[in-house]
Every structure is written in structure tokens, then in C-alpha cells.
């Protein structure tokens, strides 16, 4: 720790700016914590050694969040990717309690799978022994329909960069900054859409 340019800079002896810029300089408890870490060999206890900065900064935000803030913070990151991936294509938006619905579909279409997908996240609730009267998960969870294959692969292409399996119907996602599932818009025929819920809830 002696050695390291991170301390250097913490106490403001590595030239330049002393860090943190524009906060207040780390106690010697903070520091006593840092130096520690790095003579103990400042291995990485995060998630994902590859993520960015913006993504650990994005998800130590989130962490704080209220279940409204994250609920609120899940919708902007639906909206934009709605955008991204079928600009130019309005949209409808649905609110139930644990579900942000988002479609081409008409508000009566979305509200009705609004309502079958409460319906199979409550019975989850109670399989899982989990109060009903709190969320089951901290934040709204988002639901992308699509009418045809082309969009729901061009969700996959501009949204998660990379091409989805012809054979799939829908897949979900989720860590703490968001949640959502992506589906072609099921018909009884095709696929179960309580499959897809009862994964993504």
C-alpha cells in the first residue's frame, strides 16, 4: 500500500488533484480499510470483472433505491429501449402492480395480460410463501410484446446486441438495474405466456 499510486492520490501526495475530487479527504479509518485491501492482494469482489464503470456505478445507484425509484428508473430504460429497437413504432404502456407493459397493442390487449400475469405472479407468491402485501420483486418488472418475429429479433439486435435463437418465443433478463421479459405475442397454439411469467417473476 505504501507503494500504491491509488493511496498517493487518496492522500493527495500522486501530483495532481487529490481524490476524491470535490469530497472531502477519507478519515484514517477509510484509508486504514483501503491499504488493507490492496496488502491483501485488492482482489475484485464485484459481479462482473468486465463490466464498465458506468454499469457498477448504475448498479450501486440502484441498490439505494426505493421500490417506486427503481419501479420509476425501469421505466425510462423500457422507454429507451423500445425506442432504440422500434423507432419510430408507437407504443402502448400498461401499470399493474408488478408489471410495466409495453406493445403495439391496443391498451384493452395489454391490459388483459397485465391481468393474467398478476393472476400467475400472485400464485407464485404463495407457492414461494412470500407476503402478499409486499412486492415480489423490488421494482416493476417490464414486458416487451412484439407482433413479429422481425421485431422481437430486432429487440435482440439493438437492445442486447446479439442475434436471439430462431426457435425462441420470448426470454427474460434480469439483475438489479433491470428486469424484463421479451415475447412474440403468444396465441394458445404457439406457447404458454404464464412459462414466460412465472421465469422472469
Partial sequence: ADESYLIKKLLGTGGGQQMPVNGDPFDDPKMELISTWINEGATFDGIDF??????VVAIARVEKYTHEELAAERRKIALQNW???MSGISSNQVDT???LLIGSLTEAQ???FGKQAEAIRKKVQVILKLPQSKPMIKGRISLF???QRYDYSEFGKMVEQRAL????R???RFDIVDAYGALIVPT??????DGLVVLVG
Avoid at 165 to 168: D, K, L, Y
Avoid at 188 to 193: A, L, R
Fill in 188 to 193: 394458445s397454439e404457439e406457447y404458454s405466456f
Fill in 83 to 85: 425506442n432504440l429497437s
Fill in 110 to 112: 395489454l391490459s388483459a
Fill in 145 to 147: 410484446f412484439f407482433n
Fill in 97 to 99: 402492480d408488478s408489471f
Fill in 50 to 55: 468486465g463490466q464498465s464503470l458506468g454499469r
Fill in 165 to 168: 435463437p430462431r426457435e425462441w
Fill in 170 to 172: 420470448g426470454h427474460f
